[in-house]
């Protein structure tokens, strides 16, 4: 009775069921995905801001961050010294 009352609470809790879960993975591994790409851009952002402290100049493009990266950044491009692709909140500040 309290294993029934368990799982019971558990769905109640979630307010899922054994239906809603192919929905739920795939919801799951978009917000993974969403994720991924943030950091993605968070850390070509790092770099730009390594390499214009290390040169005094904003690169101008994703080619002359290799040296401060471990990470291919191809679908990234640089506008106004900031990271532009996948992850990265669009418009400037």
Known sequence: MSVSLTVA??????????????????????????????????????????????????PTAIGELWSYTKRDFDGYTIDHGRAVGPGCASGRP
Do not use: F, K, M, W
């Open 9 to 58: 609470g558990g769905l109640a809790v979630t307010g899922a069921s054994a239906a809603d879960l192919p929905a739920l993975i795939t919801s799951s591994h978009a917000t993974s995905q969403a994720a991924g790409e943030a950091l993605a851009c968070q850390s070509v952002n790092a770099a730009i801001i390594s390499y214009t402290a290390d040169r005094g100049v904003a």
